[in-house]
């Protein structure tokens, strides 16, 4: 099964962004994985944050397939242990699904038809990241979990 992630603007800092990237290319090691940047949206100052979340919903939509297990990055979502997300998803990669699509929303969250679409609501923790420090922190959190799966010695009890 594939893994998705999709987020909503690009990443502007080139020290977070190489972190990404280079945790991305470990995951794809061990598992098919894509990402999508969905365009942030601009002169946004006439918009009210209803409507931002609306028409970030259309963008992030557009790249919603059928089939897709929908995984929110939020910050009401169910919380784990690095040990017990890994026992999470690999349960989830053993599912009848094409793609498990995880996905960060913009500034102010999610259109409640991103969340009617959603199965599930998963939060890093109960701080407040940056939207782009959020994309290291999965990553890395994605990268460990495989590694935990497969016995590695990256993760330390």
Not at 101 to 111: A, E, L, N, R, S
Not at 120 to 141: A, G, N, P, W, Y
């Amino acid at each position: 099964m594939k893994i998705t992630f999709i987020a909503v603007g690009k990443t502007t800092d080139k020290h977070v962004a190489a972190l990404t990237d280079d945790y991305m290319g470990r995951i794809g090691h061990f598992n098919p994985f894509e990402f999508h940047a969905v365009n942030e949206l601009r002169n946004t100052k006439s918009l009210s944050m209803e409507q931002q979340k609306e028409k970030e919903a259309d963008l992030i939509m557009q790249q919603l397939k059928s089939g897709d297990h929908i995984i929110l990055l939020d910050e009401k979502g169910r919380e784990f242990r690095s040990t017990e997300f890994a026992e999470w998803l690999e349960d989830r990669l053993h599912k009848s699904c094409k793609r498990l699509v995880f996905i960060i929303g913009g500034p102010y969250g999610f259109d409640r038809r991103i969340y009617d679409m959603a199965q599930e609501k998963i939060s890093l923790s109960k701080m407040t990241f940056s939207h782009q420090m959020i994309r290291v922190l999965f990553t890395e959190q994605l990268y460990r979990a495989f590694t935990i799966m497969k016995g590695m010695p990256y993760h330390h009890e």
